[in-house]
């Protein structure tokens, strides 16, 4: 266990069901991220988050809709997506975010939502 | 354009040599590095950093090299076991642009028995 938490590990959905994912962090940390990875791609940052408020979004489509309530949990909100859209979705938090006061961190990563959109 | 990329997609080594798994980025602009391991079915895990005022960092069997005149990074894997292979990962941090960090495609390693 890494202290991130993600569910469900994998997800089968058709392109007009609607469906979340969620993540939980145990760790204190202040900011989370969400992930897409595809096979032979890098890891593609969508969105940031730090202490609750989204100060990121990479040009994320809308059928994409990511929620964070509290600085413990993430959620990534689906609905009518594409075949193109199957990947594993990961979700990483740091203790702050990247760059806050000079400081740098690594990233804990949960083990990933498997999505198959059919 | 900024990129972070591995020479080799694959690596394959015997059980008990030492692994080394490059990487190359091309933004001058980037202070802190990082490699990630990541096994199958599992989210990528922090190995080890190293900032860019440092040229090498050890951990336990792992070393980060880090040439910023070539622009390169290396994760060397002394005695590599079985459970060393994945898929690693380097990263970099960079202030150019507003704070980000770039992935690398990834190399998998291959331990033959």
């Known amino acids: 266990e890494t202290g991130v938490t993600q569910t469900p590990r994998h997800l089968v959905m058709g392109m007009t069901n609607k469906k979340s994912l969620k993540c939980e962090q145990h760790l204190g940390h202040n900011a989370m991220y969400w992930y897409k990875q595809s096979a032979k791609k890098p890891l593609e940052l969508m969105f940031v988050y730090s202490l609750e408020e989204r100060v990121e979004n990479n040009s994320v489509p809308s059928r994409f809709s990511p929620e964070c309530p509290n600085s413990s949990h993430l959620f990534l909100h689906l609905h009518t997506l594409q075949p193109e859209d199957s990947a594993l979705y990961l979700c990483a938090s740091s203790p702050k975010l990247r760059g806050t006061g000079g400081a740098n961190y690594g990233y804990t990563f949960g083990s990933g939502t498997r999505l198959t959109v059919v | 354009g900024e990129s972070v990329g591995l020479h080799l997609p694959t690596l394959s080594v015997q059980e008990g040599d030492n692994s080394i798994i490059n990487c190359a980025y091309s933004?001058?602009?980037?202070?802190?590095f990082i490699w990630y391991k990541q096994e199958s079915g599992k989210g990528p895990q922090f190995i080890i950093d190293i900032r860019s005022n440092m040229d090498k960092r050890q951990g336990q069997r792992v070393t980060v090299l880090l040439n910023k005149t070539v622009k390169h990074l290396s994760l060397q894997i002394a005695a590599t076991q079985p459970g060393d292979s994945a898929v690693y990962f380097c990263a970099e941090n960079t202030r150019a642009g507003g704070f980000k960090t770039i992935f690398g495609a990834g190399t998998r390693l291959f331990v033959k028995a």
């Open positions: 933004n001058s602009a980037s202070d802190y």
